[in-house]
């Protein structure tokens, strides 16, 4: 007698098993995909752990959904010595997500696919008022103009907003660039607005710079980082996010990394927090035209303003260079500081910020070796973000999720 005792399966159990597990893989198939790490079938074979048959089962079913398209044409990739594999890509005529940007001048509706790919776009300017339901309104049929004229199938909708959000409720703590009342339900008032238009599926809110930074980590200058810090200067103020392992580090109640009112200028100028010299009024658009002597103007945003001003002028104008200088040296202090704390093994800047990063990276790199633990921090990389819309980008990513995590379940339900 053997050792074997297990009862063998049944070709009816095998199959069901072989089903199951195919299941469990369709989320992780389809994230590998959609992030660009499984350009070929036999590389999500690898990747995933299964059998070729599972993995073939896996693309098939995907592909079947609308969400990804296999080619029929095995071919070997550029460059590659191994065996030709067939090629996986997203489906460019498949489901999109409606994904919604409010920043202090007004707003940016978006259709974005599988891939991060932006399918069409609409901004617009207006006054954001103190009532937030009138620009999600705004952006919301801006948003539903698009898929009207574009006639793909929208799966969710997701919206970043220019403040902390507190989870699990979904409220914008502190909307000062906005003028929003502290504590507004943005999720629940952006969730009405989408349902009134009769769009499909569930809605989401989240704070502008962690889309931005869970974007570039799937999709930008963040992929394949462990431990990725994102600091960036949007229109107005500074935010900051950490990407642990894949996931968006938020803290206990979606208020981690609120990295604008470090203290970086103890003797600068007040801080709407009640403190003063913070990162927030220190190192954003509004530093940056002030300490070169520049009165903003009120046609173009103040982030535009700036990058103009450094871009232009920097190489020329003295007062333009000592204002960079100043503020590279303060956001590389606040870096400093964070790199002290978080021990990141990138550092990804967005905004003015990496207009900064890209003017003179040797000062910063500088600045933040010189203030960090024992100089090592200096050799932390520090790159620039590299995505149009990262905010809208990551939006997206929050409506993508839960087709990530269950395509079948999801696509079932809208
Ligand atoms: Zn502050």
Redesign the pocket.
Known sequence: MSGNAAPRATGEGNTRARLDRGRGALGPALELVHTGRAPTRAVLTTALGVTRATAGAVAAELEALGLIRVDAHPGAAAGSQGRPSHRLEVAEDGPVVLAAQVHADGYRAALVGLGGRIVATAPGCETVEADPAKVLGSVVEAGADLLRATGLRCVGAGLAVPAAVAEPEGLALNPMHVDWPAGSPVREIFAERVRAAGIEGPAFAANDVNLAALAEHRHGAGRGARHLLCVATGHRGVGGALVLDGRLHTGSSGLALEV??LTVNPEGRP?????RG?L??EADPLALLTAAGRDPGPELSLLQQANDLIRAHHAEDPAVRAATEALIDRLGLGLAGLVNILNPDRIILGGLHRTLLDTDPDRLSAVVADRSLWGRSGGVPILPCTLDHNSLVGAAELAWQPVLDDPLTALAGV
Not at 271 to 275: E, F, I, Q, R, V
């Open positions: 604008g009112h801080c709407h927090c009640g403190s913070c927030d009024v």
